[in-house]
């Protein structure tokens, strides 16, 4: 059961027209015709992602009346830790003072919290644990290249948190469904900086530490990848499209939420979106839009709501909660 939810951005906002600040050449017009967008947030001087994700951890907590000793574990869904060694979940842990719980971070790019719900899900089953802390959380900003318009303008960064707790009374995941295909990983990836080529003058010279995207073939695998997963989750939950109440999809792009949905059969007026004030938040995208959906109170008790998303990996997946 996803018991309660906090999100929690960086201060600064960083907005289309922002751009021509930095000599990037494009335009409110031009970003927001192609994705959505119109702004994001961006962390400036003493905000990383354990500070973001502890802000984000602890509006949960409260919400769900747990205190940080109660957890058993925290899984942190990310792509852009704060280092590559340790987990940022443990520094969150420690932030958060949790000292019970096991602590560990999943690499799933945007599909990052719809698989840290599964595994949270599957440690219950085991018995061991009865309240876990699930995070997506993302500081792009330092991972991209600020003079790529292909990406510069499409992420943001940003937490979201979700307490988990037993499913009672019928409430809880009906249905979840995970896929990955790392025959395509070079379309969306950091070429360099890391093991196989550690960082060094030349990489930092080519820039080939930052994300690199091919952007026409992410969407139309992201498309197919997101139709399919839509899919899965409705057999799975033996549900049809209009038993569906709120659809709350990866916020990537207007244009993949759009024909997600045109394929599910859902709605616009049922799609929650937020992509235009965020930005793609990867990992953080889902779980930030399901915080701000329970804000304004769109999601009621007896409510089915289903979770789409899709990934650098390529990872994609989806889920059915009846809240």
Not at 44 to 71: K, M, P, S
Not at 131 to 159: H, Y
Not at 180 to 196: F, I, M, N
Request: contains cysteine; hydrophobic residues 45%; charged residues 20%.
């Amino acid at each position: 059961m996803l018991a309660a939810t906090g999100h929690a951005v960086p201060k600064r906002a960083f907005t289309n027209a922002d751009f021509a600040s930095i000599g990037v050449e494009t335009s409110d017009e031009w970003i927001r015709e192609r994705t959505g967008i119109g702004q994001r947030y961006v962390a400036g001087d003493g905000e990383n992602l354990t500070t973001i994700c502890t802000e984000a951890a602890r509006i949960a907590l409260q919400r769900a009346g747990v205190t940080a000793a109660e957890l058993d574990a925290i899984i942190l869904g990310t792509a852009s830790p704060d280092r590559l060694l340790p987990a940022t979940a443990v520094e969150v842990q420690a932030a958060l003072g949790a000292t019970r719980a096991v602590a560990f971070d999943i690499d799933a790019a945007c599909s990052g919290w719809l698989y840290g719900i599964q595994v949270a899900e599957g440690l219950m089953a085991t018995g061991g644990y009865e309240t876990i802390l699930v995070i997506g959380g993302e500081v792009l900003s330092r991972i991209i290249n600020w003079k790529d318009r292909n990406t510069c303008v499409l992420f943001g960064d940003g937490a979201g948190a979700t307490v988990v707790k037993r499913s009672t009374k019928g409430r809880g995941v009906l249905s979840a469904y995970m896929r990955s295909d790392g025959t395509l990983a070079d379309l969306l990836q950091r070429p360099k900086g890391a093991g196989s080529h550690p960082m060094d003058a030349q990489v930092l010279a080519e820039g080939s530490h930052f994300i690199t995207m091919a952007g026409r073939e992410v969407f139309k695998n992201a498309v197919r990848s997101m139709a399919d997963a839509a899919d899965r989750a409705l057999d799975g939950a033996k549900l049809s499209a209009s038993d569906i109440d709120l659809l709350i999809p990866h916020q990537a792009n207007i244009r993949i939420i759009e024909a997600t949905a045109k394929h599910a059969g859902i709605p616009m007026e049922k799609v929650y979106v937020n992509v235009d004030r965020f930005g793609n938040t990867s990992a953080a995208s889902i779980p930030i839009a399901l915080s701000e959906a329970q804000e304004q109170g769109l999601i009621k008790d007896g409510m089915h709501v289903m979770f789409v998303a899709f990934g650098a990996g390529f990872t994609w997946g989806s889920m059915v909660v009846r809240f």
